[in-house]
């Protein structure tokens, strides 16, 4: 029998992400500690930082806007459990010293030049509907893992991206998809794995990319982690095989 997955620590509230990390994971294994940061502000002071990406978003200048926003809650995530482990020391509770694995992902919406984030309201999950009807737009990923264990800590990030096109859509169609509530927490105003699939004509890469976590780049950032840190042990495994 092979030695059990080490425990995986979601920085996210997002249920479709830990569905999917479940699917690599086994459920027990996984803790969900989501990260608290105002991902618009995030976006609006990097491109403030790189006034060059304001004459255009290109798939370059996006995937760096999806890699350092999950990189920025990997950061939130290492500090909070940071906290977390002093004040267990300050209470004489131990702080589990296995291995860990942390895992933070972003997923931002590129229409044109511009950064579609969650809709504020109905109008403006309208407005972004309208937009992307009839247009291919570009979904990003950033993810950041942090293995923790054997004495080290290492952090590899990487970013995925799939282009998705959209059918023309009906007045009646968005109004109808935007009763459905679904809009209102996710990038661009929809979400491909439900209700607004109907909204998709085709894709060109990930599917799960756009649900949320790319498991496919999650378990190549997992291997390269094994690989780089000789995860090679008795005890535990980074990946199901």
């Known amino acids: 029998m092979p030695p059990p997955m080490v425990p995986f620590i979601l920085g996210s509230a997002s249920p479709r992400r830990r569905e999917l990390l479940a699917r690599l994971v086994p459920a027990d294994a996984i803790e969900v500690s989501p990260v608290d940061l105002d991902e618009a502000t995030l976006v609006d002071g990097w491109l403030s930082q790189h006034p060059g990406s304001r004459l255009g978003l290109s798939s370059i200048w996006a995937a760096r806007i999806a890699r350092d926003l999950a990189e920025a809650k990997m950061a939130a995530l290492v500090e909070s459990r940071s906290k977390a482990q002093a004040a267990n020391q300050a209470t004489g509770q131990r702080y589990p010293s296995s291995a860990t694995v942390l895992v933070t992902a972003d997923t931002i919406v590129v229409l044109g030049d511009q950064i579609l984030g969650k809709p504020a309201d109905a109008a403006d999950a309208r407005r972004m509907l309208q937009n992307l009807s009839g247009r291919e737009h570009t979904v990003l990923t950033g993810l950041c893992i942090r293995v923790e264990g054997n004495g080290a800590a290492q952090q590899f990030s990487a970013a995925e991206q799939t282009q998705v096109t959209f059918a023309d859509l009906a007045p009646a169609q968005i109004e109808w ?23 998709v004509k085709s894709i060109q890469g990930c599917y799960y990319n756009v649900v949320g976590l790319p498991i496919h780049r999650l378990l190549v950032l997992l291997e390269q982690a094994r690989t780089a840190l000789d995860f090679n042990s008795e005890s535990f495994h980074l990946l199901p095989w």
């Not at 998809?177 to 909204?199: M, N, R, W």
């Open 177 to 199: 998809y935007i009763q459905t509530g679904e809009p209102f927490d996710k990038a661009g105003a929809y979400g491909i794995q439900g209700y607004g699939s109907v909204l």
